[in-house]
């Protein structure tokens, strides 16, 4: 199973960037997708997560700005960011909380998956 962020960017404060997170491969059920962030010098934290029946908990430093959102069929989920300020500036993750059964009749459970990280740089 892969994961593929896209959309991040140079932006100024005050405005949005949303970006997306495609998982594939294989045959899987993912219960839950999360957005988590690294500034440099600081631990990766997480952002926002959504679960598979559509539960979202947010950060505190980003409620009210960002929103957490899927597209089942897809298997994608999505960050919708407004009013971002130069803290938010980060390489952002997306992790999926998921079943993979695999092609000789395994089942995987319990194991991380994370996506490539986007760049998110926001400018005064």
């Known amino acids: 199973v892969q994961l593929q962020a896209s959309g991040g960017g140079l932006v100024q404060a005050g405005g949005s960037l949303r970006l997306s997170c495609a998982a594939s491969?294989?045959?899987?059920?993912?219960?839950?997708m999360s957005w988590y962030r690294q500034a440099p010098g600081r631990q990766r934290m997480l952002v926002a997560t959504?679960?598979?029946?559509?539960?979202?908990t947010y950060a505190d430093s980003v409620k009210g700005r960002f929103t957490i959102s899927r597209e089942s069929a897809k298997n994608t989920i999505y960050l919708q960011m407004n009013s971002l300020k130069t803290e938010d500036t980060a390489v952002y993750y997306c992790?999926?909380?998921?079943?993979?059964?695999?092609?000789?009749?395994?089942?995987?459970?319990?194991?991380?998956?994370w996506g490539q990280g986007t760049q998110v740089t926001v400018s005064s």
């Open positions: 992790n999926a909380d998921l079943v993979h059964w695999t092609p000789d009749g395994g089942v995987e459970a319990g194991k991380d998956y």
């Open positions: 491969g294989g045959r899987f059920r993912i219960d839950a």
């Open positions: 959504i679960t598979s029946a559509g539960s979202t």
